[in-house]
């Protein structure tokens, strides 16, 4: 399937990616790669992809390159595999401290190394604004985002008409949607989700225990975050779910839930067409039994602060100590949680790929990975897996056809690897060749903006 392209002599050219420049003012071609089409799921073998101004122009077959490709800058992609990159939608970026951005940098290029192409902020801060507005103005590489405003919660909200004037500042100031934790009671939810939905911004999050699943997705939520609130909808005695009884996410009473009440459950998030960030990998290295020295060393966190690592070995410790996470108590969460996710997707429920990063042991960008593994293990695809993170985020944001697909009139925005993701998902783990809007970064230019960061953050 990996042909060798033939061309005339003085009529085409080619130019190796690592050397490959964005010249906006004509097209582009590259060439001799097989594209993976997420929607149906085919691979169309043996293609061009023209490119213009950051968009793509055509996908053809490669007998059909137009006027024999003169006047064009082309690039022999080897026979590699091109899919749309994938989206990490459950973010966290690093707040800029007194306008220093050199972690909020990195963790862009944390992103961009893994084939993350579009993030999804959950937790605001204008600095955020700010360097969104650089990404897109190509002042700094980085993956397009959509950032969130700073938490809605039981503490920040202080009554539901403060919970209205923060959706209309936020909205004003220009996030792109609403991020809820615990502690709203139903007023005060009420409130903000009537402001959001009158002024069109999107809101979703956690559950918090005094609205419920039910009021949430009946008013409008767009994404249900970690599968929030499903298991403490079918614990029938509520007083269980005080959180000293209950421990972190319900995870202790997970034995008392009440199987027959699911169905409904999903029926509910059908008919509201609400969305779910499940996070599989968080629960499975922040609450799972894995011993938190096992993480401390992992590779990816050579990327991070010694600090931020240390902080998160303490957290995992603290529950660890008070044997909130032995494995009689968490295997029966991990598996309730996997079948949840599974129930959920094969009834319907729109996913998107999301881990929660950088949290609790979940580096940027590596991370994706890691939810890949387990949504994997937990039965789903590797085409549907490859939709969470492409054509799913997408649609999610109202923008189907506009980005995580090859095809004409979307974003020159591709990830280029060496075997089909379809067949060999750990493929996307290590991109050849990443482009964010017409723009070429080969793999060596990854591995140096990796070693930068790891230089950065070098253990004394």
Known sequence: MKKRLCFWIGILFFISIGEFSSVFAQEMVLGNVHVVDVESGKILEDRFIILKDGIIMRVLPMNRLPNNGVGMNITDGKGAYVFPGLAEMHAHLPVAIKENTQLQEETLWLYLANGVLRIRSMLGHESHLELKRKVVGGEIPGPRMFISGPSLNGTSVESPQMGAQMVGSQKAAGYDHLKLHPGLDVPKFLAIAETAKAVGIPYGGHVSLGVGLETCLQNGYKSVEHMDGYLEA??????????????????????????????????????????????????????????????????????????????WVSQKKLLES?????????????????????????????????????????????????????????????????????????????????????????????????KNPLEDLSTMKRPITVVMGGKFYDRARLDAELAKIEMNHLRK
């Open 322 to 418: 008070q044997g909130v996470l032995t494995k009689a108590n968490v295997q029966p969460y991990l598996e309730f949680r996997n079948q949840l996710f599974l129930s959920l997707h094969e009834a319907g429920v729109p996913m998107i790929m999301s881990s929660d990063s950088p949290q609790v042991f979940n580096v940027p960008g590596f991370s994706i990975h890691h939810e890949i593994e387990m949504m994997s293990k937990a039965g789903m695809s590797n085409l549907e897996i490859l939709r969470t993170g492409t054509v799913n985020p997408a649609l999610y944001f109202d923008q189907k056809g506009e980005w995580g697909v090859i095809k004409k009139g979307a974003a020159a925005d591709f990830v280029l690897v060496e």
């Open 234 to 311: 079918m614990i029938e005695d509520k007083s269980r779910l005080d959180p000293t009884v209950a421990g972190p996410f319900s995870m202790l009473v997970v034995g008392e839930a009440d199987q027959d009440k699911l169905p409904d459950l999903i029926k509910l998030t059908l008919k509201n067409k609400t969305w779910i960030a499940p996070t599989l990998t968080l629960f499975d290295r922040y609450f799972g039994y894995v011993p938190a020295d096992s993480f401390r060393l992992a590779p990816e966190m050579k990327y991070l602060p010694g600090l931020q690592i240390q902080q």
